[in-house]
């Protein structure tokens, strides 16, 4: 009877086994084939035996039952596509059993390790935005690092170098079960782009408060104006908020000087910027475009298109590096699981933003994050260099 209730019982684990095998690669074949009509892949990976190859190897791999060691095995597929629109993400789901990695930390070995460890390390102590909760990082294997939480003692995020000195990241959310992929987090004056962490408690510059109003313009002196674009939104609510702000202030647009702050513009579309781009292709005077690694995509590509004029000069840090296809639908693809969605790109890319891929634009001067305001710093340059 022990016998029988035995082999009972390894058949169906063998039967869940099998069935959990060809849920993982009905996921993998969906996404293989959707990554296949992507701009993206067909500018970078048509007919690339190498890419078809990892793909045939996956497949052999995913025998397993491990939820996340199957998303750990499709972003392989991802990873090899210069495309930072890109994401992948686990549904939240409350049913999901998710053991959250609680490596045990000696916290005086690691005081003393990082207290005086280079400010321009990745590794070392970080706070959250708010700066309520203390956070390390350090090294768990050759090109892969843990952000954990010293507080709740898990690890929050896991971070693998992927080449200009920047990640890949999986950060693990609140929401029950739910981890996603951040692409292209780097390190920048001490702050840690796209996850929101950075290292002490000093101010930086670098960073603009926005406020509620995305568009603002103000003469600052006699012969300086100061024109700031803090987003490209396409909605069509948001082309007229930026299309009647920018009716109205045109006019009284002819300062000498003019500083152009695109500063934590997180880009949007052609349909919003066009407009300014046109203006200040044709404008007279000098322009200043303040930039920081917050400006990303379609405002890279604003600086991108105007970089190079003998009139135009780039000033703060190199940009994010997030530029090239993003999406016009904007239509995540649920994976036949229900387990892991996909957020697609669809745009076509230009060779000139990929070449700034990953590694952003840099400026020509560089400002210096912590000694004081970029506004006052940017007209100290001005009438230093351009009195």
């Known amino acids: 009877m022990k016998k029988l209730v035995l082999i009972a019982l390894v058949f169906l684990i063998s039967v869940n086994l099998k069935a959990q095998e060809s849920q993982n690669i009905a996921d993998l074949d969906f996404l293989y084939q959707s990554i296949q009509k992507l701009p993206s892949y067909k500018d970078q990976l048509k007919n690339d035996n190498g890419y078809r ?16 060691e199957v998303y750990q095995k499709l972003l392989q597929l991802l990873y090899p596509l210069k495309d930072n629109h ?30 005086d460890y280079p400010k321009d ?29 010293l507080t709740a003692k898990k690890v929050e ?22 981890y996603v992929l951040y692409r292209n987090v780097k390190l920048s004056n001490r702050a840690l782009i796209g996850l929101n962490y950075q290292k002490g408690s000093t101010q930086n510059f670098a960073f603009l408060n926005t406020g509620a109003l995305p568009y603002e313009y103000r ?6 104006g100061y024109l700031r674009l803090s987003n490209f939104r396409s909605s069509n609510e948001n082309i007229k908020v930026a ?27 052609y349909k919003t910027s066009s407009q300014f781009i046109e203006f200040l292709k044709k404008y007279k005077g000098k322009i200043y475009i303040l930039q920081n690694a917050y400006t990303m995509s379609n405002a890279e590509q604003f600086i991108i298109n105007l970089q190079g004029a003998k009139n135009v000069v780039t000033l703060g840090e190199t940009t994010k590096g997030t530029i090239t296809y993003g999406s016009n639908q904007g239509n995540p693809l649920s994976l036949p699981s229900g387990r892991f969605v996909f957020y697609p ?3 076509s890319g230009r060779a000139k933003d990929l070449a700034f891929e990953s590694i952003g634009v840099k400026p020509q001067v560089l400002l210096d994050a912590f000694s004081g305001d970029w506004i006052t710093q940017t007209i100290n340059y001005i009438k230093t260099n351009h009195p």
């Open 53 to 68: 190859q990892l793909y045939d190897r996956l497949r052999k791999e995913l025998n397993t039952s491990d939820e996340f």
């Open 86 to 115: 890109l994401g992948l993400w686990r549904k939240p789901d409350s049913s999901y059993k998710f053991s959250y990695l609680k490596p045990e930390l000696d916290l005086t070995q690691l005081e003393t390790k990082y207290t």
């Open 121 to 149: 390390s990745l590794e070392g102590f970080y706070y959250n935005s708010n700066g309520s909760a203390k956070s390390i990082i350090y090294k768990s294997s050759e090109n892969t690092y843990h952000l954990q939480n």
């Open 157 to 178: 995020a896991i971070l693998t170098k992927t080449g200009n000195e920047s990640f890949d990241a999986i950060k693990f959310l609140p929401s029950p079960g739910s």
């Open 219 to 224: 003469k600052l002196e006699d012969q300086i």
């Open 243 to 269: 299309t009647d702000f920018f009716d109205k202030v045109r006019p009284g647009i002819n300062s000498q000087n003019l500083i152009v702050d695109l500063r934590n513009n997180g880009g949007g579309g």
């Open 345 to 347: 790109t669809d745009m």
